[in-house]
């Protein structure tokens, strides 16, 4: 062991077959036989109905922005810069400043045809430039585009006005359905639905299990950063029902064991922290750079799916969502049935379309003490309009409840332009100073 080191470390057992799943679905991106689309179908239904298409492929631009950002910065400076001369600014979100300009490329990275879209569904979310993100792609290829509505208010709860939203949310989907059938000739496979609800309900619970032990388990036996390898297997990255649940079962089986045995990620944790959305993907490097001090990252409320997974509890608590299986007296018998179950409060990734103001606000701090955590690290992005919605307002909550906080700036994720890692070293070398820590000596 290093010096230092008071926890055994192992590498991850599950992550041969990580990469199986994710070479399969880049795979099914490439193939000719296939209908590739742009967008996100599992939005508000508490699925992905795309998959119940045969021929259907449904990519959103975060998975596929982020892994050309993470394997290949130089190709991804060419795809933005390819976007920029043709009159998108440096302002828009990263992700698609890298998808426009493979598009415009023609080609992605190994020298291989860009995956044409024949289809755009942009992701409904409340951060509103995924609304814009159809609009190139739609405009390049003159493509069919369709519009899933995201529904949410402030306010008192309104039982009424869910009821509505909920109803045109159905409509929405059926719309989209119908008109893909019609124009692509394809059969949507209603007696699927039931596997993908399954599917996507055994995923979450694995989830959330694998954040209950990262949080309640010192040293935790898994960091964010090898959570961000796999996290979107069976949600944006697309993998058949049966594999999605064998291998979140594994993941969650393997963490447990890990926790149990006190295998840990960071052999010589003493400090935990968590961020706030994810990283740069470009330069993960500043994870690693953090285990020299002894600290682990535990994640955001992106990587553990915050508002799907936790909620407030009746008793004011912050805990586990409850999401149920199929209740008895919830008739499934028709197409119109299934997204109308989907959309219900029960079932719903994000529960009611109500959102207070106490969201922004508190939850990153409910969070962080749920994950045990001693400090924070919040950057500041330019780009991508909600990213840093009540940022500086959170820092303040998080110093409140005792944690101590660092900000850092930068582009977007899937942007490196205006991130100066050198300054990030330099500021993370200051704050785990501040904290009285120095760096394990190694040898």
Same mark, same amino acid.
């Not at 585009?145 to 008192?156: A, P, T, V």
């Not at 330099?426 to 820590?437: A, E, I, P, R, V």
């Given at each position: 062991?290093?010096?230092?080191?008071?926890?055994?470390?192992?590498?991850?057992?599950?992550?041969?077959? $990580?990469?199986?799943? +994710?070479?399969?679905?880049?795979?099914?991106?490439?193939?000719? &036989?296939?209908?590739?689309? @742009? /967008? !996100? %179908?599992?939005?508000?239904?508490?699925?992905?109905?795309?998959?119940?298409?045969?021929?259907?492929?449904?990519?959103?631009?975060?998975?596929?922005?982020?892994?050309?950002?993470?394997?290949?910065?130089?190709? $991804?400076?060419?795809? +933005?810069?390819?976007?920029?001369?043709?009159?998108?600014?440096? &302002?828009?979100?990263?992700? @698609? /400043? !890298? %998808?426009?300009?493979?598009?415009?490329?023609?080609?992605?990275?190994?020298?291989?045809?860009?995956?044409?879209?024949?289809?755009?569904?942009?992701?409904?979310?409340?951060?509103?430039?995924?609304?814009?993100?159809?609009?190139?792609? +739609?405009?390049?290829?003159?493509?069919?585009?369709?519009?899933?509505?995201?529904?949410?208010?402030? /306010?008192?709860?309104?039982?009424?006005?869910?009821?509505?939203?909920?109803?045109?949310?159905?409509?929405?989907?059926?719309?989209?359905?119908?008109?893909?059938?019609?124009?692509?000739?394809?059969?949507?496979?209603?007696?699927?639905?039931?596997?993908?609800?399954?599917?996507?309900?055994?995923?979450?619970?694995?989830?959330?299990?694998?954040?209950?032990?990262?949080?309640?388990?010192?040293?935790?036996?898994?960091?964010?950063?090898?959570?961000?390898?796999?996290?979107?297997?069976?949600?944006?990255?697309?993998?058949?029902?049966?594999?999605?649940?064998?291998?979140?079962?594994?993941?969650?089986?393997?963490?447990?064991?890990?926790?149990?045995?006190?295998?840990?990620?960071?052999?010589?944790?003493?400090?935990?922290?968590?961020?706030?959305?994810?990283?740069?993907?470009?330069?993960?490097?500043?994870?690693?750079?953090?285990?020299?001090?002894?600290?682990?990252?535990?994640?955001?409320?992106?990587?553990?799916?915050?508002?799907?997974?936790?909620?407030?509890?009746?008793?004011?608590?912050?805990?586990?969502?409850?999401?149920?299986?199929?209740?008895?007296?919830?008739?499934?018998?028709?197409?119109?049935?299934?997204?109308?179950?989907?959309?219900?409060?029960?079932?719903?990734?994000?529960?009611?379309?109500?959102?207070?103001?106490?969201?922004?606000?508190?939850?990153?701090?409910?969070?962080?003490?749920?994950?045990?955590?001693?400090?924070?690290?919040?950057?500041?992005?330019?780009?991508?309009?909600?990213?840093?919605?009540?940022?500086?307002?959170?820092?303040?909550?998080?110093?409140?409840?005792?944690?101590?906080?660092?900000?850092?700036?930068?582009?977007?994720?899937?942007?490196?332009?205006?991130?100066?890692?050198?300054?990030?070293?330099?500021?993370?070398?200051?704050?785990?100073?501040?904290?009285?820590?120095?760096?394990?000596?190694?040898?």
């Amino acid at each position: 062991m290093a010096k230092g080191q008071v926890w055994e470390t192992r590498p991850l057992e599950f992550w041969d077959f $990580a990469k199986e799943l +994710r070479a399969g679905w880049q795979k099914s991106i490439e193939s000719k &036989e296939n209908v590739v689309g @742009q /967008g !996100n %179908c599992g939005g508000d239904t508490g699925f992905d109905w795309s998959q119940a298409f045969p021929a259907l492929t449904v990519i959103e631009d975060n998975p596929v922005g982020a892994m050309m950002q993470n394997k290949n910065e130089p190709y $991804a400076r060419r795809a +933005r810069l390819a976007s920029e001369v043709r009159g998108w600014g440096r &302002e828009i979100c990263g992700y @698609q /400043g !890298n %998808c426009w300009g493979g598009q415009f490329l023609g080609y992605i990275e190994d020298g291989t045809a860009w995956p044409r879209r024949k289809l755009v569904i942009p992701m409904p979310c409340v951060c509103d430039q995924h609304a814009k993100r159809g609009q190139q792609a +739609r405009d390049f290829e003159n493509m069919p585009q369709w519009m899933s509505d995201r529904f949410i208010y402030f /306010g008192e709860y309104d039982e009424e006005r869910e009821k509505a939203m909920m109803e045109h949310k159905v409509y929405c989907n059926m719309k989209i359905i119908n008109d893909i059938e019609r124009i692509f000739g394809q059969k949507f496979d209603d007696d699927k639905v039931p596997e993908l609800m399954n599917a996507n309900k055994a995923r979450s619970e694995c989830s959330k299990e694998i954040s209950r032990i990262m949080a309640e388990t010192i040293p935790t036996p898994l960091s964010v950063k090898d959570l961000y390898s796999v996290y979107t297997i069976g949600g944006l990255t697309k993998v058949d029902p049966e594999d999605t649940v064998k291998f979140w079962k594994m993941v969650r089986d393997e963490v447990q064991w890990r926790a149990d045995n006190h295998i840990a990620a960071v052999g010589n944790e003493r400090f935990r922290w968590i961020e706030a959305h994810p990283p740069s993907w470009h330069y993960m490097k500043y994870y690693r750079y953090m285990e020299d001090y002894g600290a682990v990252c535990l994640g955001s409320q992106y990587s553990h799916g915050v508002g799907s997974n936790y909620d407030m509890q009746p008793d004011g608590s912050f805990g586990f969502r409850t999401e149920p299986a199929y209740p008895a007296d919830t008739p499934i018998e028709t197409r119109e049935d299934i997204f109308r179950f989907g959309a219900t409060p029960r079932v719903r990734p994000n529960g009611s379309m109500k959102v207070d103001e106490y969201i922004y606000r508190n939850r990153i701090v409910d969070f962080a003490k749920f994950m045990q955590a001693d400090g924070a690290l919040l950057p500041i992005w330019r780009h991508g309009v909600g990213c840093t919605l009540t940022r500086k307002e959170q820092a303040m909550y998080l110093r409140e409840a005792g944690l101590s906080v660092m900000h850092y700036e930068g582009s977007q994720p899937g942007d490196r332009n205006d991130l100066d890692e050198k300054r990030l070293l330099d500021q993370l070398d200051t704050w785990m100073q501040s904290l009285g820590f120095r760096k394990f000596d190694k040898n």
